[in-house]
């Protein structure tokens, strides 16, 4: 799912729902006398109408009048003769006149719009089609089959299993940056020192303190980074299911629309919610994943400790491996030896990043060598101006 489009959706349904409640406000304060503070209301209700247009050509949902037209048709027949007699049904069982009253009245008028709908409609597709440019109308999706739905119950538990499988898999951002980070900036060092003392005992003791000063940065930073990130997603889904709890019509409409927007009738969208509003949990899960783009099971899975560790481990070894050669080699020789050793070793872990992301391997190892050539140089040419400049 395309995570923007879905953000667009969501500040769309925002902006929308605050045009009607600032008109409803201001009205209410032209009643109560108070036109100073309507003007306020009506003034921003319009800016927030203007804010839910931006939202929806950037989605791309502004279709042709001849789209548009088609699909108001359907959403007016279904509002005025499904939604509404449902709605008024169930506002009788709970004895409340005045919601049933406003049901009423809303869906005399949506006939009303369906029937000026309609002959628009009509109009419009007599119009096109003398003109020779009517296109074809769309096709009902088909609707899902029982192998397909079988299919899916069978792969949940692999769906589950796979989502435990990601956050693993995610780790490898720890590995290839620390490891990276430990391989380029030790090499880096050493080159820099041995370039400027030609001596390998400063080089070596240049290259432990890099090891263990970087491991230790790298792991804390690693740790809050990852325990932010944390406490974001769980301070998001605990303000979620407030409200969930606290304004169970108002989320189950955003669901509504949620599916709405994924392609799906309205009738299957009220069922889909209903039927996951009967398992709290699930809500929860569904409207974290549609509305914020958060997994739960991500959440709970993500260790922020074992991010720290894996960062620290990563860079402590990378920054081993290339000081390596400064324990067999003496002399300026020992640098070409350490880079050459260092930047294979950017290769081979760019590769195996390429290899496990499933993206060019080759093309990954060249992008990881490239990066640490270009630090290699540096630091090496800094190290050539320092006893210069002295």
Known sequence: MDITNRNLWSAFIGEAKANRLYIAYGIKAMEEGHPEVAQVF???????????????????????????????VQEEQYEGQEMYPRFIDQARKDKRPAAVAAFELAMSRENVHMTAFTEALRG????????GALPPAPKAPPSPSAAASAAVSRADAE??????????????REIVFGMQDGVVSTMSVAASVMAATGRTAPTLAAAVAT??????????????GSQAEKELHEGELKREAIEIAEKPEEEMAELIEVYLREGFTRAQA???????????ELWLKTMAEKELGISIEATRERDPWKDAATMGASFLLGSALSALPYLVLYGRAVVIASVSFSLALLFLLGYAKGSVTRADPWKSGFQVLAIG???????????R???GAA
């Open 373 to 383: 050539l270009l630090a290699a140089l540096i630091g090496y040419g800094i190290g």
């Open 124 to 131: 419009l597709e007599g119009k096109l089609d003398r003109a």
């Open 385 to 387: 101006l320092v006893p």
């Open 42 to 72: 009506f003034e921003i209700a319009g800016a927030e109408t203007v804010h839910a247009i931006g939202h929806l050509k950037a989605v791309g949902a502004m279709k042709s009048t001849l789209e548009n037209l088609r699909l108001v």
């Open 211 to 224: 090891g263990v000063a970087g491991m230790i940065s790298m792991a804390g930073g690693s740790l809050l």
């Open 270 to 280: 009220e069922t889909m919610a209903r039927k996951i509003a009967e398992n709290a």
């Open 159 to 172: 769906v589950s299993g796979e989502k435990a499988r990601i956050v693993r898999l995610e780790r490898i």
